[in-house]
């Protein structure tokens, strides 16, 4: 009787035996099989990861930033009342090479033709053609013949403190010349600003916007502050004209107003051409009135 327990009970225990290592089989299996696709997944994870940080997800590829070609100050229109808000240029994609021509018509005659250099004044340039585009000069007044031998315009305002509702730093200035040991004579060299410059000047200097100096004659300072933004290439001699007429005082105490107003009539701005800006002196031609 006891025998028969005894193998009763030993069936059982191999019984139970078999049964967990069945199960401990089964449990190791799936931990294998867990194992398993957890690393498929997290593999696919970095490999889909990688690929959208490489953009291969995105609908249009990435482009690299545009770098600012010119950046432009804004400015108070309601604390100075001479400034007139047409917008501001734009910052990026801007012609940085060859000229654009520049064609100013006066009731003095012309039309007087500039070539603004892209290469060396960008952001001049770009300022000009922008504001052209806008009518901004258009019958506005040359305010000045300034006693460094320049016609001043560009200012709707006439005050000297007008422009448009931005601003932007100086570009292109000659450099100082180099002082000369005292002993010896200055070697002599070219002016800063030859006859027919066209120059940009800001109030307060250094913040530039609208205005422009046309030099009718040659301009050397010890400390050049205008940016050249181009030259004549036509009409210098109505330029010279203007320069010769009188001046009566701005109201300043300055005679630098042209006794007779100097009516811009129209500037406007052509397009960009490849041609490199000109080195030879400004040329004169006919006066067209």
Not at 19 to 39: E, N, W
Not at 183 to 196: D, F, L, T
Not at 263 to 269: E, F, Y
Request: glycine share 10%.
């Amino acid at each position: 009787m006891a025998s028969s327990r005894d193998r009763q009970r030993k069936l059982a225990r191999a019984k139970l035996d078999r049964q967990l290592a069945r199960r401990a089989a089964a449990v190791k299996r799936r931990r294998q099989i867990q194992a398993g696709v957890g690393a498929a997944v997290v593999l696919a994870l970095i490999v889909v990861g990688s690929a959208w940080a490489l953009g291969a997800f995105d609908s249009e590829p990435k482009k690299q930033a545009a770098e600012d070609t010119c950046l432009w100050t804004p400015q108070d229109a309601t604390a100075n009342t001479n400034l007139k808000d047409v917008g501001t240029p734009p910052t990026t994609g801007l012609p940085t090479a060859g000229t654009r021509t520049m064609t100013v018509t006066t009731n003095q005659g012309g039309p007087i033709t500039a070539d603004l250099d892209l290469a060396a004044a960008p952001c001049g340039a770009a300022s000009i053609s922008f504001l052209a585009g806008k009518s901004f000069y258009d019958n506005t007044k040359c305010h000045e013949i300034t006693t460094e031998g320049a016609l001043r315009c560009g200012d709707p305002s006439g005050s000297g403190i007008g422009g448009p509702a931005y601003s932007f730093y100086n570009e292109n200035v000659p450099t100082a010349p180099e002082a000369s040991p005292s002993a010896s004579p200055a070697p002599a060299r070219a002016p800063a600003y030859p006859k027919g410059t066209v120059a940009m000047i800001g109030n307060p200097p250094g913040s530039n916007g609208s205005q422009f100096l046309i030099f009718f004659k040659d301009f050397n300072p010890p400390t050049p502050g205008y940016t050249i933004v181009g030259k004549v290439t036509g009409s210098l001699d109505v330029v010279e004209k203007i320069g010769a007429l009188p001046t009566v005082d701005n109201g300043s105490g300055a005679k630098v107003k042209p006794k007779t107003d100097v009516v811009i009539q129209s500037l406007t701005v052509g397009e960009p051409n490849a041609a490199p800006a000109a080195t030879s002196a400004p040329a004169a031609s006919p006066s067209a009135g």
